[in-house]
């Protein structure tokens, strides 16, 4: 039933949630300032821990972020998340904008200027959800959930920058996928999340849904689907956030899982797949009711960067902030539990 109570089901999870111990907020939570106007200003305060400069949990704690997505660029990681602009006594999301952040050392991030709203797409009117950007041939394309404003339901569009930074414009001028192009589910929200991965040939995919997991492939142009759109079977509780990154000859394709969600993942020796459940990856991200993962590799370490409801008091399902945390693989490829911290990862060179 969750497919047809999404919405109700954040309010009610924002009351349950409320009965919820969180134990991974950071001591160094800020009050959040919305109304920040610095174009470029360093967003958190790194915490030190002995000899080891470490960045802490929550990693940016003047604003609230969610639903990040990450790349490497040139020697950085560039972070891009949603901005959660609910007030205290509104229990569901405001997201107008998406922010980018940058860092040389995964410790110090440095917010740069708003580089993409809503308002940037003429055919969207509100919502600016879950997102991910990829680079291919020197330009950074943006793939972005918003609700559109004439055909009911939420939609992907793609906007498109040559640097990482921004400034970044709508690619098309209309919506790369819409709900009516999905027929897998009535639900008006499943078509939310997008997840673009470009294989080793240069093929480029994109994953995304919210209860059906959807996927097609994109022409080479990265702003049209090529081909039809095929569902992904076999997820169990799949609910949202699709990830997918290849290590080795191994596909990982992860998710939210359940509501609230942890993270579970599957593997492939195919980006087609088929997808064999691996099982579950991340927990309840404490008093968030979604948890919505980014894996990255950076200089020799592997990350999972996530959201929670950790900067204290007003942080929660509405008021999220992204967290780091580290990723370590067996030996045979599947991937260890992740532990979310307090203390965050370690600086690195
Ligand atoms: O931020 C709004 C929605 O919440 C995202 O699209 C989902 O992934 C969940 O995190």
Not at 267 to 292: C, D, F, V
Request: with cysteine.
């Amino acid at each position: 039933m969750m497919k047809h109570t999404y919405k109700l089901s954040f309010v009610l999870s924002a009351v349950v949630t409320g009965f919820l111990g969180f134990t991974g907020c950071s001591t160094s939570a800020t009050t959040p300032l919305a109304t920040a106007t610095a174009p470029v200003a360093t967003a958190t305060a790194a915490t030190a821990d002995g000899e080891v400069k470490r960045a802490g949990n929550p990693i940016i704690t003047h604003k609230f972020t969610a639903d990040p997505a990450a790349i490497v660029h040139d020697d950085k990681v560039y972070l891009y998340a949603g901005h959660d602009e609910a007030p205290d006594d509104f229990h569901f999301y405001r997201m107008n904008e998406w922010l980018v952040f940058s860092s040389e050392d995964m410790v110090d991030w440095k917010e740069h200027p708003v580089p993409l709203k809503v308002s940037d797409f003429s055919w969207a009117k509100a919502d600016a959800w879950a997102a991910h950007v990829v680079e291919k041939e020197g330009k950074f394309y943006w793939y972005v959930t918003v609700e559109h404003d004439s055909i009911p339901g939420k939609a992907i569009g793609v906007a498109v920058a040559d640097n990482p930074t921004g400034p970044f414009k709508d690619a098309r001028g209309s919506a790369l996928i819409t709900n009516d192009m999905t027929r897998h589910t009535d639900i008006s929200w499943d078509d939310i999340d997008p997840a673009v991965f470009i294989d080793d040939d240069g093929q480029a995919y994109i994953f995304w849904g919210n209860t059906v997991m959807h996927y097609a492939k994109l022409k080479d142009n990265m702003i049209e689907l090529d081909g039809p759109i095929h569902k992904i079977e076999g997820l169990p509780h799949f609910t949202e956030a699709p990830w997918v990154h290849k290590k080795d000859d191994w596909y990982y394709l992860t998710y939210a899982y359940q509501f609230p969600e942890k993270t579970a993942y599957a593997m492939s020796r195919s980006i087609e797949g088929p997808w064999e459940y691996k099982g579950i990856l991340n927990e309840l991200a404490g008093n968030s009711n979604t948890n919505h993962q980014a894996i990255l590799d950076f200089k020799g370490n592997s990350y999972f960067i996530y959201h929670t409801g950790g900067i204290q008091p007003n942080g929660g399902s509405f008021r999220r902030s992204v967290a780091i945390d580290r990723l370590h693989y067996n030996p045979d490829g599947t991937l260890k539990r992740v532990v979310m911290t307090t203390e965050g990862v370690e600086e690195v060179q």
